[in-house]
């Protein structure tokens, strides 16, 4: 027998996606999908959230404003890894429970992680570029292989990515606030301070989530570590970077490349940045491979049962 709880869902993709639908609604039947595919916050989430029990959510916005005014709600479910949207101490104080599985996504975020490392090193912006523009000019470039990469957070993601950068025959430095010691004696991984990572590697790609104690953890002066023939990589949280000392430094020359999937303002505003040769930029698609939504999906519903009041500083 169908779980007869009512269900909402505020995510537009997963509201599109039929085999997540139909998955979802083999368990449960009564379910509201966002069909109209509404940008919901604020009061219009509360009223999409009204009357319903567990909700999975996406990127929307739960904070103590939102759950006040829901006492019905008692379960979310996290459709993606990102927890950045939700007041835990909010949900908390209003004991709501939370679906969450970190890293179902990992494999989706290393790869584009790999392919943007390569496509800097290779020129492959910038060439492309100047192909379609009408010159024909090769761009002489490096190798990802053998190189130094540095893993600013050293969680899923981070850890997906070591097996492969080994595959390279890269040299793998990370930086963690956690001790992940085993981890790296097993995988052949140096952990490092974040200025020692900086000034020593040629990749650096961050894998952080944002709060206070991360946003803007790369400021101008670290970045100013990094040396002049590096790249950097976030596709992690838009935050974590100062992009407007990155702008200047891909502009003078005194880093050679960088590759954004994610902005402190998404989309990002600042077209000088998006047109340098040197700047690769995509539209927070890190998590977008079909093999992921299916994960992340499934993941979402399975956290309508699977889920607990959370804890401060699990996440």
Request: proline share 5%; no cysteine; net charge negative.
């Given at each position: 027998m169908k779980n007869r709880t009512p269900v909402a869902v505020t995510s537009r993709s997963f509201s599109k996606h039929p085999d997540l639908r139909a998955e979802l609604l083999d368990q449960?039947?009564?379910?509201?999908?966002?069909?109209?595919?509404?940008?919901?916050?604020?009061?219009?989430?509360?009223?999409?959230?009204?009357?319903?029990?567990?909700a999975i959510i996406a990127l929307e916005s739960i904070d103590a404003t939102v759950l006040e005014k829901l006492p019905s709600l008692k379960v979310i479910s996290?459709?993606?890894v990102g927890l950045d949207m939700i007041d835990i101490e909010?949900?908390?104080?209003?004991?709501?429970?939370?679906?969450?599985?970190?890293?179902?996504?990992?494999?989706?975020?290393?790869e584009l992680v790999i392919s943007f490392a390569i496509s800097l090193l290779r020129h492959v912006p910038a060439a492309n570029s100047e192909v379609r523009l009408g010159t024909w000019r090769p761009h002489m470039g490096r190798y990802l292989s053998e190189r130094t990469v540095g893993i600013v957070g050293c969680?899923?993601?981070?850890?997906?990515l070591v097996p492969i950068l080994n595959a390279f025959g890269c040299t793998v430095l990370a930086h963690d606030i956690l001790d992940f010691s085993d981890f790296y004696s097993t995988n052949r991984v140096e952990a490092v301070d974040l200025e020692g990572l900086l000034r020593r590697s040629e990749v650096v790609?961050?894998?952080?989530?944002?709060?206070?104690?991360?946003?803007?953890?790369?400021?101008?002066?670290?970045?100013?570590?990094?040396?002049?023939?590096?790249i950097l990589i976030n596709a992690a949280r838009?935050?974590?970077?100062?992009?407007?000392?990155?702008?200047?430094?891909?502009?003078?020359?005194?880093?050679?490349?960088?590759?954004?999937?994610?902005?402190?303002?998404?989309?990002?505003?600042?077209?000088?940045?998006?047109?340098?040769?040197?700047?690769?930029?995509?539209?927070?698609?890190g998590g977008s491979a079909e093999e992921a939504i299916l994960a992340m999906g499934r993941a979402a519903i399975g956290g309508l049962e699977n889920n607990a009041v959370p804890t401060s500083g699990i996440y």
């Open positions: 449960y039947q009564n379910v509201t999908f966002n069909d109209q595919g509404l940008s919901l916050e604020g009061d219009g989430l509360v009223n999409f959230l009204q009357g319903h029990k567990k996290k459709y993606g909010a949900m908390q104080k209003h004991e709501v429970s939370l679906g969450w599985s970190g890293g179902v996504n990992r494999r989706s975020v290393s969680g899923h993601i981070g850890k997906d790609t961050i894998h952080l989530p944002l709060d206070e104690t991360t946003r803007n953890i790369l400021t101008a002066e670290r970045l100013a570590l990094m040396p002049a023939t590096a838009g935050g974590l970077v100062d992009e407007k000392a990155l702008k200047t430094m891909l502009m003078d020359g005194r880093l050679a490349g960088a590759a954004f999937d994610v902005f402190a303002v998404e989309p990002p505003l600042d077209s000088e940045l998006l047109s340098l040769p040197n700047f690769l930029a995509t539209p927070h698609i």
